[in-house]
């Protein structure tokens, strides 16, 4: 029988992996395999993710060692040995696993083969992962890549690098995740070895997926994605759980569900129990709104089976799902039992998501304990999890986590800009209906009437949009722009009469006023459902808006901008107190804001940013001093904004985001001095120095048109952050 091995010898040999599969598929299962061929072509078969088919390899192979050919045999038999452990790891059995990684460290050890001792090792950095024991984790890879470095095997080198950078995303070390499966992907590419480069990218998306980055993450994976399914391996079941997540968090629900299912029908022929315990999670945690019982199904599916990850994943879908569906109680026990676990397993992204859950479950539990020390305790547990966020670099995440800290203490203006946050990373409406930080704490409520300023007039009534027919005039809708205009301040009656009817006697403008503004009233409470004064609020002598019950866009830009500079400038101070170029450096050193704290500082001003949609008012309609101060106040308030952002970004090392803000500020106004300025230092600092150039010339022609002397060319060093 041993002939007919012989041919699929040959083709393993050059490279024809194709046709030794299917030359061993006419070869009897009882006969054995050489441990040489039977471990070559289990690699083969367990990369292409045929668990099964590759376990049936290495159980067919001849260990036996014969003393004339000791040491290959027994790298052979290492070899071996290394592959089933794979293997077993893969469908989640610990034991084994760990017994055979053992055995093939030692066979390995006695055949002095380096190849074989980066397979040994490989195995036993798995079955130290499987026990959570990440020290040993590291140590075994270690050893694995100075092994195969010396072996000059690069299959080996590609295959470890994919599964540290693995390792680094499971312990939430994101961004030295990246920089290892950079490293991978290249050598994937050098080599031509497609399933491992589709696992450096499907590893690498996990990583972008941990920084929040949704739109890298979702390239990375579709790409990896598109491998497996063109080979039809059926790892793109993995593909398709990681497919599924990233369209979960980012809230795009229908998708999210197709692709765990697909996942799911994937991975139950193989056992697969990485794939199976992350779909369950997932679908538990899309369903509890609308299938509870499904929910609750798919959550004790996913806590049933083992993984080799660790119970975390299923246990923090199953307390999401039980905070959601009103069960606090049960949520803070999976949120300390996942505590423990992730604190054993140095897993900082679950401890972070875990301290949410049992914070949002005990206020839930004591929804009246905001003021109480039980209250302080869930706020100062956010504020520790964000800080875990920030050192994980997770973008997404830090945005939830303040919207949670904001909503708890009650603060509408970073809430609203932390919404603002979440919208600029691409989470959709869907995220809000997927258990987890956004459906525990729910959705802002809709108000009962909004007012749209900046930008196109428009008036929402518990969201729905009031059609111009329904104003009967167009000085009811100057009335309330007029109003709004304010900003939460009084306004005179006499001067709202004077303004709509400056050529009317003041007592005929006056009486004239007094039925506009019931007719306003009219239109934002068409029912007369509730007091006059619930929207627009009168007395003898002036108008207001009523900011308990009306939302206003330009109101809610104005606090939120001012906050946000005041906390920049709050920063700056600090930094030049304590004579440090760089305000983040100083706050490191003992300021009240944090180093990490810089970066949210210069999102916060991009969220404020982006709030401003559109000048005051600025469809036309009307004008007037009424309109046209806050017009102006909130356009400088932008452009003020936009500033301390720019230079945000330069301090921080962001030198082509800078140029960008810089521009669209000498656009806006060609005689603006230091955005010119910053401009040429941003493009000196990025190494355009020719553009930089005939930057300065052009600002030094604007500056002579209004009679200004110019200043020096800047030097960028004077601003340029230490390194």
């Known amino acids: 029988m041993l002939g007919v091995l012989i041919p699929i010898e040959a083709a393993v040999r050059d490279g024809r992996y194709d046709d030794a599969l299917r030359q061993l598929a006419a070869v009897p299962a009882d006969v054995p395999l050489p441990a040489a061929l039977s471990w070559r072509l289990g690699v083969l078969l367990h990369q292409r993710g045929r668990f099964d088919a590759a376990e049936s390899c290495f159980q067919r192979a001849d260990l036996d060692v014969a003393d004339q050919h000791r040491a290959s045999a027994l790298a052979d038999q290492a070899q071996v040995l290394a592959g089933w452990a794979a293997t077993r790891w893969a469908k989640g059995d610990q034991v084994r696993t760990r017994q055979l990684a053992d055995k093939a460290v030692r066979a390995a050890e006695q055949s002095g083969d380096d190849s074989a001792v980066a397979a040994a090792y490989v195995a036993q950095a798995l079955a130290a992962f499987s026990d959570g024991d990440r020290a040993d984790n590291e140590h075994a890879y270690a050893q694995a890549l100075a092994a195969a470095e010396r072996a000059g095997d690069f299959s080996q080198q590609l295959r470890i690098r994919c599964n540290v950078g693995s390792r680094l995303v499971e312990e939430g070390r994101y961004r030295p995740a990246v920089e290892e499966l950079d490293e991978a992907v290249r050598l994937g590419e050098l080599l031509g070895h497609q399933t491992l480069l589709a696992l450096a990218r499907h590893n690498r998306a996990e990583a972008w997926l941990g920084l929040g980055e949704l739109r890298r993450a979702r390239s990375d994976a579709d790409e990896a994605l598109t491998v497996w399914q063109r080979a039809g391996s059926p790892l793109a079941a993995f ?199 956004l459906a525990a704490i729910g959705s802002a ?54 303004a709509l009817w400056p050529e009317a006697r003041t007592e005929v403008a006056l009486r004239r006023l007094s039925v506009l503004i019931s007719t306003v009233r009219g239109v934002l409470d068409p029912s007369r459902q509730h007091p006059a004064d619930r929207y627009l609020a009168t007395d003898p002598a002036t108008v207001r808006i009523n900011p308990a019950h009306v939302a206003v866009d330009a109101q809610r830009f104005y606090q939120a901008a001012r906050a946000a500079i005041a906390a920049d400038g709050t920063s700056t101070t600090k930094a030049q107190q304590s004579g440090s170029p760089n305000p983040g450096r100083a706050a490191a050193g003992g300021g009240d804001v944090p180093a990490d704290g810089e970066l949210r500082l210069l999102r916060r001003l991009e969220a404020v940013v982006a709030m401003y949609t559109g000048d005051f008012c600025d469809d036309g309609e009307v004008a007037g001093d009424l309109v046209q101060r806050p017009r102006a106040l909130l356009a400088d308030l932008h452009r003020e904004a936009i500033h301390q952002l720019s230079r945000r970004c330069l301090q921080l090392g962001r030198a082509e985001a800078a140029i960008g803000w810089y521009l669209r500020l000498t656009v806006e106004d060609s005689y603006d001095e230091p955005a010119h300025l910053g401009l040429v230092s941003a493009l000196s600092i990025a190494g355009r120095h020719g553009e930089a150039s005939r930057r300065y010339q052009e600002y030094v022609a604007r500056m002579r048109e209004i009679d200004v002397d110019p200043a020096a060319f800047p030097h960028p060093e004077r601003i340029r952050p230490p390194a």
């Open 239 to 437: 593909g398709l759980a990681l497919t599924a997540r990233v369209h979960r968090v980012r809230g795009a629900v229908g998708q999210a569900v197709a692709a765990y299912q697909a996942a799911l029908a994937m991975g139950e022929p193989d056992g697969n129990s990485q794939v199976l315990v992350e779909a369950c999670a997932g679908l538990a945690r899309i369903s509890y709104a609308d299938n509870p019982v499904a929910a609750a199904r798919y959550a004790e599916r996913a806590l049933s089976m083992p993984s080799a990850a660790g119970p975390t994943v299923a246990a923090l879908a199953a307390g999401w799902v039980a905070l959601c569906s009103g069960d606090p109680q049960t949520a803070l026990r999976y949120g300390d039992q996942v505590r423990s676990e992730a604190g054993r397993r140095r897993d900082a992204a679950s401890l972070a998501e875990a301290m949410e859950l049992t914070a949002l479950a005990a206020h839930r539990a004591s929804p009246d304990s905001t003021s109480t020390r039980a209250g302080r305790r869930s706020l100062a547990s956010l504020v520790e999890a964000a800080t875990i966020w920030a050192e994980l670099d997770n973008e997404f995440a830090l945005a939830a986590n303040a919207l949670l800290q904001a909503r708890l203490s009650g603060d509408r203006v970073t809430e609203e800009i932390a919404y603002e946050r979440l919208n600029q990373l691409g989470v959709q409406e869907g995220a809000w209906h997927v258990a987890g930080p």
């Open 445 to 498: 409520p809709v108000p009962e009437v909004e007012v749209q300023t900046l930008g196109q007039f428009t008036v929402r009534l518990a969201g729905v949009s009031v059609p111009v027919g329904t104003w009967q005039s167009r000085k009811a809708r100057d009335l309330l722009k007029m109003v709004v205009g304010q900003l939460g301040r009084p306004v005179a009656r006499e001067a709202l009469a004077t």
